[in-house]
């Protein structure tokens, strides 16, 4: 984490943490698939009380982090919470909608996406983005519901529910049949959904699906996020982030603009 820092990422997201140990789905739970990556690696993590040591790294570095976090249940999800802001993030993202654990259908439904972010806001008194699914059947919906029960803002999107068959074996590759893909394969998913979203929730839009060059970069801006993550593309190197961000800022100088703000949304009319 960093690492990343060090190069050009202004905040370091982390991979999801609950409040126990999780060794996750048994192997194989990774594998490449259409220029991208389909995992099944089941939530696995150290739990909370554990990752917060690691954490400690990153505050020694002066570098500032998300923790991403996860619960089966609002109490538990609001437990992780609160114990969490020990490490001082900068906020907290709700990962609401894993789509090969049991956590998946949370963000399926604007009833329980809004159940989860009004208790993780009681709880905490940092800002608090929910993660939602393209695997919902609708998004918007979901958007709206996480904004009326105080999100600070939405991440979109997380993996897609996909699966790779082995021809010869005859028989999927991952040991847990089903996984999430991310990765260029599917960004123009993600940019649809940024699209919707933008044109009916006011909250701050955190595009995440695929991006991999500056192009990438500027046309999730311009369907209307705020900010981009980058996941995927850092198995090529992390140069990634200094030459998105080189690009970009070049981009925005031959079109005449002075700030990455200028161009949110733009191709929507905004």
Same mark, same amino acid.
């Given at each position: 984490?960093? /690492? ?5 990422? *202004?905040?370091? !997201? ?6 126990? +140990? ?10 490449? @698939? ?5 995992? %099944? ?7 909370? *009380? ?5 954490? /400690?790294?990153?505050? =020694?570095?002066?570098? $500032?982090?998300?923790?991403?976090? #996860? ?6 999800? @609001? ?7 020990? &490490?001082?993030?900068? %906020? ?23 159940? #989860? ?9 940092? +800002?608090? #983005?929910?993660?939602?699914? +393209?695997?919902?059947?609708?998004? !918007? ?9 105080? &999100? ?13 068959? *082995? ?7 991952? %040991? ?7 990765? $260029? ?6 940019? =649809? ?6 044109? !009916?929730?006011?909250? +701050? ?12 970069? !500027? ?23 200094? *030459?998105? /961000? ?11 603009? @002075? ?7 733009? %191709?929507?009319?905004?």
């Amino acid at each position: 984490m960093a /690492r990343v820092a060090r190069n050009g990422a *202004d905040v370091v !997201v982390t991979k999801s943490v609950g409040l126990e +140990p999780r060794k996750g789905y048994p192997g194989p739970n990774i594998t490449v @698939s259409h220029s991208g990556l389909l995992n %099944a690696v089941g939530l696995a993590n150290p739990g909370i *009380d554990s990752f917060l040591q690691e954490l /400690r790294i990153l505050q =020694r570095h002066n570098i $500032p982090f998300v923790i991403s976090v #996860f619960g089966r249940t609002e109490k538990e999800i @609001s437990q992780v919470a609160r114990i969490a802001v020990e &490490a001082e993030p900068s %906020a907290l993202e709700l990962n609401l909608s894993c789509p090969h654990a049991e956590i998946s259908q949370i963000a399926h439904s604007p009833k329980l996406t809004g159940d #989860f972010v009004s208790a993780v806001k009681d709880t905490v008194s940092i +800002p608090v #983005f929910a993660k939602l699914t +393209p695997n919902a059947s609708d998004i !918007v919906a979901v958007g709206l519901a996480a904004e009326e029960a105080g &999100a600070d803002a939405i991440v979109a999107i997380n993996t897609v529910q996909g699966m790779k068959i *082995d021809i010869k074996q005859k028989a999927p590759v991952l %040991a847990n049949k089903v996984g999430g893909l991310s990765g $260029p394969a599917i960004f123009p998913v993600a940019v =649809r959904c940024i699209y919707d979203l933008y044109h !009916v929730v006011s909250i +701050p839009i955190i595009g995440v699906g695929g991006v991999s060059t500056w192009e990438d970069a !500027v046309e999730m801006h311009l369907a209307g996020a705020s900010a981009i993550q980058i996941g995927t593309a850092t198995l090529r190197g992390l140069d990634v982030f200094a *030459d998105i /961000r080189e690009g970009v800022e070049e981009y925005l100088v031959r079109e005449g603009f @002075s700030k990455t703000s200028e161009i949110v949304g733009l %191709a929507g009319g905004n």
